[in-house]
């Protein structure tokens, strides 16, 4: 039997492991599938290591050409990130009539269409389950198994640097900052972790959640996002007094009219399975109209289970299964039925607020009176005795009943004209 | 293009629900993966019903050979139940070379070799998605998702029924024949509840992940079992003194020397996954080498959960994805690799046991005695004052550290001819 040959592009973290894998595990995989897959070449612009893993000779190559016009190679992994050079050599390999398994949400996210309409032309496949959840196999359940459903929510602890930031406030009664920090001395959070913390990163994997369960193209940045880094102490320990638990939700359900994307952090009932969420796990939690509800947990992140996800898209894509699911889908396509997009006006939702307001007689009426005048409801309002009676300011803290996002918006924009009144933190709230 | 056509083999919860989706979902499905998926003929013994599908003139049928004999349907579903007529019927589709799927746990477990023996003789397949798990795609991650891990354990709540009379016990200190009948009266039990609570259907749902995961042949009844029957109120109650809570978990894990199978309430840390299923909520945890803890929840049974999986497995099989899969994983067959399984005197566990005793001076001591010299080592051991100074039995429990089986055992079986301590009642423990 003929074995299908795989290059590899980037011998980062995640293609040390999926190398390790595809080398050390090649007999076990060829007996559990029945095929063999040999990883043939990789290509990085560092060949001065080969990372522990013991390559023959020759393996390792910053020639790219060495992968791309060698005809034998028929699936490419693609672990380079970013949407430059992984876009250019993705769109290389495609056009050379690749296979293409990734790992990279960014490049999906963002040039999708480009991509799939590509693979298509070409009448080969993108395999990408590693880009959201790590190695939970959440992307191959909507992709076939959940098929009977129309899906009715989506809702994703993607981003395991900042389930750990929050569990770690939670846990602690850290700040942020500490939190934070404790998170890149661990090895969860990037020197730099604008991405993770603004909420980016799970903005980039809702946005293929939602092309996936809802059929949407939507550029990213377009979905309202609010990141962890506004998180405060205060709102874990209000949260807690409320029954409740912060976690980073990407949100995509359907609501009478069309389509609620977000991210936000939001209050989750503290019995609830997301609650429970700690560490740097990621967990998706699908409502299926048929299925109910079904809940997936495990490491979102990190060398092996990542690679885990890779591995299993180089073997769907050997043993031909990508390209029945590739041609049945017809993923970022015109041809897919889209769900309408809400926007961000139209939602109705709960929401918690954060007030930082002066001490003075009145405040809490004038909150009060403001959303009070626009239908917006308070389920619970707290305010804490002052530690220290010098402090000119005192947080207040609101979480409201189910209302129209534009009420309240305009509730906000009354209230931010009055100078003693700071501007407010808005997070979700999920039942 | 040319629709795939598919008879439907008994109209009971489950048959409705599939002719639902299949009928009522048609086009979305048809929209979603490019393919028509036609419903053609049902056959029941029961003609006079349609169970308010409002089926088309014709479509019900209580003669089987309208489905076997239509060269015309090419997938045949399996719901009828049970192991005689069941059995006959799914043989005598994939004689005809029809592809079959069905929702059979005690079909598969049973005749799992006899079958997919038969169907790679003819050249077709089998879909088993809702023999385990119900809507949970728990199957189909084994059989694709983790290919590139070696499996190290599975751990599954996969009996709705049991898991919430535990659930029940504990919210409601009900005892068990309480918590029995309010689950007959919701619909969870059956009249006849006892292949629920004795553990049978778990085992053989396990027998089922036993030969995915691990590749070994298991006569399920020959996997030690112990049922939820013999969990008592004040089982529930000591276990949440020691900070667990008890789950009927089916265990397949890999020790040292081979594969542990076992069925058996066991206590779980209360502030595990597992621990927090509670209702009829199935869940399975599955660890991979790479992977990781990967954990699953949804309902495991129920009309519209178990077809959507069933529905899962015709779109797969239409598409041509079972075949692949098939094809490649040699389910039930000497091809595959088993790992070899434990005995059950081989296996080293942690124990919790119940002991009614006579309340009388030196039990204590006897009891720890014949653990004691055969190094059972007691992690933790209770008992309550009586509440009724008449009473002449008292319970003591206790929970052992790792130790043999087989030193169990015999420590068990020297106290069995001491005549004033009962027969006592042994559950699992899992950290």
């Known amino acids: ?18 190398a390790k894998i595809l080398t050390r595990k090649q007999e076990m995989i060829e007996r559990a599938v029945g095929k063999k897959i040999e990883l043939v070449k990789i290509c990085d612009r560092n060949t001065s290591n080969d990372r522990g893993l013991g390559l023959p ?29 992984a876009r250019d050599f993705v769109l290389m390999a495609l056009d050379k009539g690749k296979n293409v398994v990734t790992a990279n949400k960014a490049l999906i996210a963002k040039c999708g269409e480009e991509l799939f309409e590509k693979a298509r032309e070409k009448g080969v496949t993108i395999g990408f389950e590693a880009s959201v959840g790590g190695g939970i196999p959440v992307l191959a359940s909507i992709q076939t198994s959940l098929q009977a459903n129309r899906i009715e929510s989506i809702q994703a602890i993607c981003n395991g640097t900042c389930n750990f930031i929050l569990s770690e ?16 001395r661990l090895g969860f959070a990037e020197a730099n972790p604008t991405l993770d913390v603004d909420g980016s990163d799970s903005t980039q994997k809702l946005a293929i959640l939602a092309q996936l369960a809802f059929g949407v193209k939507v550029d990213w940045q377009t979905i309202p996002r609010v990141g962890v ?23 995509a359900e359907r609501a009478e009219k069309g389509l609620v994307l977000k991210v936000a952090p939001t209050l989750v009932p503290e019995n609830s399975n997301l609650a ?3 560490n740097a796990f990621n967990a998706i939690r699908i409502v299926g109209d048929s299925v109910g509800p079904v809940f ?53 939702s709960r929401a918690y607020i954060r007030f930082n307001v002066e001490d003075r007689p009145g405040v809490l009426a004038e909150i009060s009176a403001a959303l009070g005048k626009r239908g917006v409801s308070i389920a619970a309002m707290l305010q804490h005795p002052k530690e220290n009676m010098d402090d000119k300011l005192v947080t207040i803290i609101l979480m409201t009943y189910e209302a129209p996002a534009a009420a309240l918006q305009e509730a906000l924009d009354e209230l931010a004209t009055i100078p003693y009144i700071g501007k407010p933190v808005c997070l979700a709230v999920r039942d």
């Open 229 to 251: 880094d506004v998180v405060d102490a205060i709102d874990v320990t209000f949260a807690r007094e409320l029954g409740r638990k912060i976690r980073l939700l990407a949100i």
């Open 169 to 184: 406030m939670e846990s602690k009664n850290a700040p942020y900052a500490d939190a934070l920090k404790e998170a890149q």
């Open 276 to 278: 429970m969420v700690t």
């Open 1 to 18: 039997m003929k074995s299908v040959k795989v290059g590899l592009l980037g011998l980062g973290t995640i293609g040390t492991g999926v």
């Open 57 to 85: 000779e020759g393996m390792l190559t910053d020639n790219v050409a060495e992968i791309m016009d060698d005809p034998e190679i028929s699936i490419v992994v693609e672990l380079i990130g970013g949407t430059t050079v």
């Open 296 to 348: 997936y947990q495990g490491w979102g992140a990190g060398q092996d289970p990542t690679a885990s996800a890779v591995c299993s898209d180089v073997i769907d894509c050997a043993l031909g299964r990508t390209k029945i699911t590739f041609d049945s889908l017809r993923l970022w396509s015109d041809e897919r039925e889209g769900v309408p997009i809400l926007d961000a006006k139209e939602i109705t």
